[in-house]
């Protein structure tokens, strides 16, 4: 079992600002990637972004891609997700996961932690 715990999520304005982190055990940070995904209420899970070593793998949706970016700290195991610009309709429950291979396919992913709410008020 790989245990992830998010974290950062809480209300926020529409365009303000939020960072969320992720935080994995080593084993699981330095041999998986790591994702970053968001389900808002009615919706299916949407990707977001997701690194591994030295690559990064972004969402094809111009808008997130454009507003929201991925980091990792490695000596803390540690994934961030920045979101700036913030907008409404990013009001969803945002989740990172771990799989062993590339993928935008939330379905690649056996590993999931327990999700951090953010709310954006207009």
């Known amino acids: 079992q790989v245990h992830l715990v998010e974290s950062g999520g809480g209300s926020v304005q529409a365009g303000g600002s939020l960072k969320l982190s992720c935080v994995a055990p080593?084993?699981?940070?330095?041999?998986?990637?790591i994702g970053w995904f968001r389900q808002g209420q009615g919706k299916d899970r949407e990707f977001i972004a997701a690194?591994?070593?030295?690559?990064?793998?972004?969402s094809d949706q111009e808008d997130v891609k454009g507003r929201f970016t991925i980091s990792r700290n490695d000596a803390e195991n540690t994934v961030y997700l920045q979101m700036s610009r913030l907008k409404p309709e990013d009001t969803a429950v945002y989740y990172c996961?771990?799989?062993?291979?590339?993928?935008?396919?939330?379905?690649?992913?056996?590993?999931w932690g327990q999700g951090t709410q953010v709310t954006v008020s207009a």
């Open positions: 690194c591994a070593w030295n690559t990064v793998l972004t």
């Open positions: 996961a771990a799989a062993p291979m590339f993928s935008r396919d939330p379905m690649q992913y056996p590993y």
């Open positions: 080593e084993t699981t940070f330095s041999s998986r990637m």
